[in-house]
C-alpha cells in the first residue's frame, strides 16, 4: 500500500522563521549607533586616532604596521600593554597593543583612550629611541 506521508529529505532546510514563527532575530540596534560597535572595534578606533595624532608629528610612522592583540602570551610575572618589535628582513617594525590588559586597568571610555594613547607613545618612543616626551610633548600631563 501506498503511504500518503511524503519521504523526509535527507538535509535540514535552512530555518527561516525562530520555533515560535516570527521570524528571525534583527541587530539590537542600527548600525550607525555606538551600540552597535564591539568592544574590539572601538579599542582598534582609539588606537587608529592616537596613531593618526602621531603621524602629524611624525610622518614615518605610516611605515609601521600598528596591531590591536587581545592578550599578550606568557612573558612570565608581569602583563604588558604594548610591545614594539624592531623591523627585520621581510617585515616591517610592529607595534602591538593588548586590548584585555588596557580596558581591565581603566573604567571608562575617557581613562582607556588616555592610556591607550600612552602606550603608543611609549611604544613609538622605544622604536625610535627618543624618550616619549619627544615624542608627544603632552605624554604624562593627563
Known amino acids: ?16 522563521r525562530d520555533r515560535h514563527g ?25 588606537v587608529r586616532d592616537s596613531v593618526e ?5 611624525w610622518p614615518q610612522l ?5 596591531q590591536v592583540l587581545d ?5 612570565g610575572d608581569s602583563v604588558p600593554l604594548g610591545r614594539s618589535v ?18 581591565i586597568r581603566t573604567k571608562n571610555r575617557e581613562e582607556r583612550a588616555l592610556l591607550v594613547h600612552e602606550v603608543v607613545v611609549e611604544q613609538v618612543a622605544e622604536l625610535l629611541g627618543l624618550a ?3 615624542v608627544d610633548p603632552r605624554y604624562g600631563q593627563d
Open 1 to 16: 500500500m501506498d503511504s500518503p506521508v511524503p519521504p523526509q529529505p535527507t538535509e535540514p532546510r535552512p530555518r527561516r
Open 22 to 46: 516570527r521570524g528571525m532575530r534583527g541587530p539590537v540596534a542600527p548600525p550607525q549607533v555606538p551600540l552597535a560597535a564591539s568592544r574590539s572595534d572601538s579599542f582598534r578606533d582609539l
Open 53 to 57: 595624532r602621531l603621524e602629524r608629528r
Open 62 to 66: 605610516a611605515e609601521i604596521d600598528f
Open 71 to 75: 592578550v599578550p602570551g606568557d612573558d
Open 86 to 103: 624592531p623591523e627585520a628582513k621581510g617585515r616591517p617594525a610592529s607595534i602591538v597593543v593588548y586590548r584585555r590588559p588596557v580596558e
Open 132 to 134: 616619549p616626551e619627544s
